[in-house]
């Protein structure tokens, strides 16, 4: 390991749970990662249409990651070979891509994160090929909410317990469910780091948030039940009772006061369009 490396593997300091609190500095690294991982989102949303294929998007997206010298954290991560997870319907997440054609109706996750110099930039929203029908458009509204409701409980000296109390509360309300195997993480200059920011919760529960604390939030919603199960292909996780399933998911970092979202759309889209 060189002297460079070391000096990054001991900046800022680690709290009792093992999350990283970074330095002011790093805030400008994240935001070029999530600021190109957002952009990729925000130009894949006029290629998404009834005919086309995951593969295709995701053939696009690699393109894209290329094209900018940026570096795709999926490839190449735990055997995973594509630059995006696609997650079509019941698909609640890892959903890879290929041949499958998108028909009217579906609705699908794009799922990506970039590394520019060195930092990881994590995000995902959902997309419609065609119009989706009622139940489809309320779960994503729903799921975009609950994220954010998330997000506004971003603050020193809150927990992750009330990031979760807030989603799960939000969602159940809205008589959907919260997926509880899979969770956000900690990134940075590492993809996932500790915490496991669960997506549900109770309030004033697990480590209390801190300036410097870089995490993503990406909560799953089930318009039926929250079980899940991974297919044979050991990535593709899906609804158990096959009820369609909804993401979305910011990289976030705490500040003196709030929030930072690193990933928000540069060009002020986030919500699908439809039609
Ligand atoms: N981007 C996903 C997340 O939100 C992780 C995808 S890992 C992959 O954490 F290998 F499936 F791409
Ligand atoms: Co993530
Ligand atoms: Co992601």
Redesign the pocket.
Known sequence: MDGATLEHQHKGRMTKEGIRIHETADFEGMHAAGALAAQILDEIADEVAPGVTTGALDQIITDKVNDTGAKS???G????Q?A??ISVNHVV??G?PGPKVLKDGDILNI???VIVDGWFG???RMYVAGRPNRKAERLIQVTHDALFKGIEQVKPGNTFGDIGAAIQKYVESNRMSVVRD?C??G?GRV??APPNVLHYGRPGTNATLEEGMFF?I?PMVNLGRPETKVLPDD?TAVTRDRSLSAQF?HSVGVTSDGVEIFTLSPSGKFHPTYG
């Open positions: 954290a999926t490839i991560y735990k055997g995973y594509h995006s997870c997440c890892h890879i799922d990506v994160t994590d995000t995902s899979f956000g993480h990134l993809f996932h993503t990406e990535w998911e």
